[in-house]
T-cell receptor, first 107, second 114 residues
Framework: GQQVMQIPQYQHVQEGEDFTTYCNSSTTLSNIQWYKQRPGGHPVFLIQLVKSGEVKKQKRLTFQFGEAKKNSSLHITATQTTDVGTYFCAGYSTLTFGKGTMLLVSP | DGGITQSPKYLFRKEGQNVTLSCEQNLNHDAMYWYRQDPGQGLRLIYYSQIVNDFQKGDIAEGYSVSREKKESFPLTVTSAQKNPTAFYLC?????????????FGDGTRLSIL
């Protein structure tokens, strides 16, 4: 079945540093979604990518979908303490979430 | 305010006991989902329903049961057959099932064994 791998599992950065999490699927995806879960909270939808090679930006967040539609990345520029949380990708051919990347930001 | 309401927030189960987790949505969404989240793990799909009176097993359905008698409600029963039920359970909905539409999540229920 479809597998979605997400790396790294955990990352601790200093405020102001950049952060990237990667999502890789064993199969071609029809689309990919990204969610953020704050500590003690529930996942909140961030964005969806559909087209091969698509790049979308939300302020300091940049999302990319690979040309082969099997991988994706989320890059945060100049992290802030409000970025703390776990970031999940969810790949659609069947509905599969990655294990997430937990981001900790120290002031 | 439209949203998804899960109750209770915390639940304790005795050995051999069935418990039911409630999930209600007023978003008029057709599809509803149940996920289990363990520490350091992603979300694993237990069951989903794309329409009233119909539901399908997800990746980890063993030891769980669901019903979808109303569009707004999708309760999850954790049966005594589920040997390791301690986890964070999340309910979600989307306008249509298994499609390219974002999911809206409830606040979750934390289930623990007494």
């Amino acid at each position: 079945g479809q597998q979605v791998m997400q790396i790294p599992q955990y990352q601790h950065v200093q405020e102001g540093e950049d952060f990237t999490t990667y999502c890789n699927s064993s199969t071609t995806l029809s689309n990919i979604q990204w969610y953020k879960q704050r500590p003690g909270g529930h996942p909140v939808f961030l964005i969806q990518l559909v087209k091969s090679g698509e790049v979308k930006k939300q302020k300091r967040l940049t999302f990319q979908f690979g040309e082969a539609k099997k991988n994706s990345s989320l890059h945060i520029t100049a992290t802030q303490t409000t970025d703390v949380g776990t970031y999940f990708c969810a790949g659609y051919s069947t509905l599969t979430f990655g294990k997430g990347t937990m981001l900790l930001v120290s002031p | 305010d439209g949203g998804i309401t899960q109750s209770p927030k915390y639940l304790f189960r005795k050995e051999g006991q069935n418990v039911t987790l409630s999930c209600e949505q007023n978003l008029n969404h057709d599809a509803m989902y149940w996920y289990r989240q363990d520490p350091g793990q992603g979300l694993r799909l237990i069951y989903y329903s794309q329409i009233v009176n119909d539901f399908q097993k997800g990746d980890i359905a063993e030891g769980y049961s669901v019903s979808r008698e109303k569009k707004e409600s999708f309760p999850l029963t954790v049966t005594s057959a589920q040997k390791n039920p301690t986890a964070f359970y999340l309910c979600a909905s989307s306008p249509m099932g298994m499609s390219n539409q974002p999911q809206h999540f409830g606040d979750g229920t934390r289930l623990s064994i007494l």
